[in-house]
């Protein structure tokens, strides 16, 4: 079974410095790693996938992130902090296509990022 | 439009009532999903659509009954809910179930309490 882990229940930086919020996995094969956002009471805004390719991906709002095979690793990235981009982030994956459970996407626990003024 | 809408944005319901939910979208996407979030929890599967067809319930009570009408509509009839049952229910689309690279679009929730 797939499974994500994001070791941070929180991250604090200050506005206008780097974020990076982490996230690790693990599936059989190549997975799908998606990132997503969620504001309060709000529903999850997608951010950004990793299928295949790159291993740099970008996404909305100024957010990338990297995957690293062999690291297992796929983390959210911004060059500079925005007040606005305190929110809770998960991190998820799908296994690939056919591939046991593939129709699930399996999340995180979730970050919650803030941003500092 | 990436839109997924959901109704109400909130609902207080008795433990003896029925009520329904109702998320919409017209993506045209095939597959549909009910999720169930806890406050500052990831999202729980609950069911899948797939071109209208029931393809997965993940041992969700009875008393959660979701239908789809068509392929845009997608409806959770709730009877006789317990406390715990208090959650934001998301609904969320896709433009197929079987292929894990597309994204699952997500609506704004409904947040249930139940007294």
């Known amino acids: 079974a797939q499974s994500v882990a994001q070791p941070e229940d929180q991250v604090n930086v200050a506005e206008g410095n780097p974020l990076t919020v982490k996230c690790t996995y693990s599936?059989?094969?190549?997975?799908?790693l998606f990132w997503y956002v969620q504001y309060p009471n709000r529903g999850l805004q997608f951010l950004l996938k990793?299928?295949?390719?790159?291993?740099l991906v970008k996404g909305s709002y100024g957010f990338e992130a990297e995957f690293n095979k062999s690291q297992t690793s796929f983390h959210l990235k911004k060059p500079s902090a925005l007040v606005s981009d305190s929110a809770l982030y998960f991190c998820a994956v799908r296994p690939p296509m056919g591939g046991a459970g593939s129709y699930q996407l399996t999340f995180g626990k979730g970050t919650k990022l803030s941003v500092i003024p | 439009d990436t839109e997924v809408t959901q109704t109400p944005k909130h609902l207080v319901m008795g433990m003896t009532n029925k009520k329904s939910l109702k998320c919409e979208q017209h993506?045209?996407?095939?597959?549909m999903y009910w999720y169930k979030q806890k406050a500052k929890k990831p999202p729980e599967l609950m069911f899948v659509?797939?071109?209208?067809?029931?393809?997965i319930n993940e041992s969700v009570p009875s008393r959660f009954s979701p239908e789809c009408p068509n392929s845009s509509l997608l409806n959770l009839h709730l009877h006789a809910l317990q406390p715990e049952d208090s959650a934001l229910y998301l609904c969320a689309s896709s433009q197929d179930m079987a292929s894990g690279d597309y994204e699952q679009y997500f609506g704004p929730g409904t947040r249930l309490t139940v007294t």
């Open positions: 659509y797939s071109y209208e067809k029931l393809s």
């Open positions: 993506m045209g996407h095939r597959a």
């Open positions: 599936v059989s094969g190549n997975p799908y």
């Open positions: 990793y299928i295949t390719g790159d291993n």
